[in-house]
T-cell receptor
């Protein structure tokens, strides 16, 4: 069972570079989301999607773009990386969209360092 | 706005001790959901429990138990007879059912270290 798959697991960028964190799930979940984890701050929601073609901002969306062209994939794009974006990023999905509050399934995380 | 507070940043215990992790939440909704997740040193996030706001019955699962008290807006987590494998960061989280997309708000996490 693959579940939620994130790539890459580790990435080092220079300030100003762009990159995409990939997230794919094989559970046919409508809801997908991206979180970042920073020491002492827990996990904070960046962007989320309740279905293909629908995305919305979370708590800390600045500097990040997302799109949802398929149910399976939810990439996170950094257009011009900044040191403040150094973090561990988690993709998560769950059954159904809208107001469902089922369990979130998380990927293994992607550790990003911006120099 | 919803908020979750885990006031205990770090807790250190000796194996076999009982330990309680505190979680206090804020919400204006009458319908909401509370969660606990475990993040072991390997880094993945493991779902432990989900509880809705209408069910205040305490729950026990093996050495784990949860105490939900709406009167004090708390959802505390107790590990009985702790083991070294319980060492991890534990996150409490809240989701308001009325919020679009039902975003999950996490607390800051509590680092639990169980020493042999």
């Amino acid at each position: 069972n693959a579940g939620v798959t994130q790539t890459p697991k580790f990435q080092v960028l220079k300030t100003g570079q762009s990159m995409t964190l990939q997230c794919a799930q094989d559970m046919n979940h409508e809801y997908m989301s991206w979180y970042r984890q920073d020491p002492g701050m827990g996990l904070r929601l960046i962007h989320y999607s309740v279905g293909a073609g629908i995305t919305d901002q979370g708590e800390v969306p600045n500097g990040y773009n997302v799109s949802r062209s398929t149910t399976e994939d939810f990439p996170l794009r950094l257009l011009s990386a900044a040191p403040s974006q150094t973090s561990v990023y988690f993709c998560a999905s769950r059954v159904a969209g809208g107001r469902s509050t089922g369990e979130l399934f998380f990927g293994e995380g992607s550790r990003l360092t911006v120099l | 706005a919803q908020k979750v507070t885990q006031a205990q940043t770090e807790i250190s215990v000796v194996e076999k001790e009982d330990v309680t992790l505190d979680c206090v939440y804020e919400t204006r909704d009458t319908t909401y959901y509370l969660f606990w997740y475990k993040q072991p040193p390997s880094g993945e996030l493991v779902f432990l429990i989900r509880r809705n706001s209408f069910d205040e019955q305490n729950e026990i699962s093996g050495r784990y138990s949860w105490n939900f008290q709406k009167s004090t807006s708390s959802f505390n987590f107790t590990i009985t007879a702790s083991q070294v494998v319980d060492s991890a960061v534990y996150f409490c989280a809240l989701s308001e059912a009325s919020a679009s997309g039902s975003r999950l708000t996490f607390g800051e996490g509590t680092q639990l270290t169980v020493n042999p």
